[in-house]
């Protein structure tokens, strides 16, 4: 069984930045996809960010382009999201969900969601 844990969480001011890390344990393919959601109360979860590890290939939400990265750890097995020019927006439950299929599927155009998903870490960005 794959786990994900999402560690980094915490409160900042708006403006500040944050790194969020998801260790990765247990078999996965040599190609997977994985991302980075979010929840706040009230809201629909959103995909910020998804990076296909194998395969290259890298996507962000309108609403974090150009603020957040994405990128992959190959020595600590390790998925990150560096957030930077943090807004109020941003204040949610971050997180990280792994799959096989998920960046294949939809480039084909077929329903996949994520099979793998961590316990959270709480973002709280203050004025």
């Known amino acids: 069984m794959v786990r994900l844990v999402e560690s980094g969480g915490g409160s900042v001011q708006a403006g500040g930045s944050l790194r969020l890390s998801c260790t990765i344990s247990?078999?996965?393919?040599?190609?997977?996809?994985m991302a980075w959601f979010r929840q706040a109360p009230g809201k629909e979860r959103e995909e910020v960010a998804w990076l296909y590890i194998g395969g290259s290939s890298t996507g962000y939400a309108d609403s974090v382009k150009g603020r957040f990265t994405i990128s992959h750890d190959i020595a600590n097995n390790t998925l990150a999201l560096q957030m930077n020019s943090l807004k109020l927006d941003d204040t949610a439950m971050y997180y990280c969900a792994a799959d096989q299929l998920v960046c294949v599927a939809r480039v084909r155009g077929a329903p996949k969601e994520y099979t793998y998903w961590g316990q959270g870490t709480q973002v709280t960005v203050s004025s």
């Open positions: 247990g078999y996965m393919s040599t190609r997977y996809c």
